[in-house]
């Protein structure tokens, strides 16, 4: 059974650019949640997927967008870079619908590094 | 959801039990406590949930009082693999918000 998995791990990248980072849900999952992690910060939520839109959003501007594919899979889309965007991007999958205790399942983050 | 405050840092000892606190005042009837552990430059790992009184799974027990406004994780035993931040979340996972709020943790630094 295989757990969330994200591509790539590290990625390096300078100011205005754009970057793309994918999520893989974990198997039987079809929720995708995108969070940034700053360091020494605890995680900040981005955006939740399901059903392949997006269903809630954190406070980030309009340079965050994403989207969830028919197999569940995602992707987080970062345009014109800021030094600030520089932090772990986790992404966490869950089952949707509701009524039951909706633990998400976190992957190992994506390292980025705008410079 | 509620906000939580729980100690920026704390020592132990291998083989010593960790009990970490956590205050949510303002605690939904729907919420429900979550913990969750962390290891640099990994995601966040599920630990233990529980709605009152005490939740004991393989890892931790959880004892959460009868108002509820407060919660306390046990670790029994810890050794140095636990040095780890330690998240305590409040929220209704049955809303459909899906969006976990995290404050900035405790840091349990186990000590040989």
């Known amino acids: 059974d295989a757990g969330v998995t994200q591509s790539p791990t590290h990625l390096i990248k300078t100011r205005g650019q754009q970057v793309t980072l994918r999520c893989s849900p974990k198997s039987g999952h079809d929720t995708v949640s995108w969070y940034q992690q700053a360091l020494g910060q605890g995680p900040q939520f981005i955006f939740q997927y399901y059903e392949e839109e997006e269903r809630q959003r954190g406070n980030f501007p309009d340079r965050f967008s994403g989207h969830q594919f028919p197999n569940y899979s995602s992707e987080l889309n970062v345009n014109a870079l800021l030094l600030g965007d520089s932090a772990l991007y986790l992404c966490?999958?869950?089952?949707?619908?509701?009524?039951?205790?909706?633990?998400?399942?976190f992957g190992p983050g994506t390292r980025l590094l705008v410079l | 959801l509620a906000k939580t405050t729980q100690p920026i840092s704390m020592d132990s000892y291998e083989g010593q039990e960790v009990n970490i606190t956590c205050s949510h005042n303002n605690i939904a009837t729907n919420d429900y406590i979550t913990w969750y552990q962390q290891f640099p430059s990994q995601g966040p790992r599920f630990i233990i949930q529980g709605y009152k009184t005490k939740v004991t799974n393989e890892v931790a027990s959880l004892f959460i009082p009868a108002d509820r406004k407060s919660s306390t994780l046990s670790l029994p035993r810890v050794s140095l693999s636990d040095t780890a931040v330690y998240y305590c979340l409040v929220g209704d996972p049955s809303g459909n918000t899906g969006k976990l709020i995290f404050g900035q943790g405790t840091t349990l630094q186990v000590k040989p």
């Open positions: 966490a999958s869950s089952l949707g619908g509701g009524g039951e205790q909706e633990t998400q399942y």
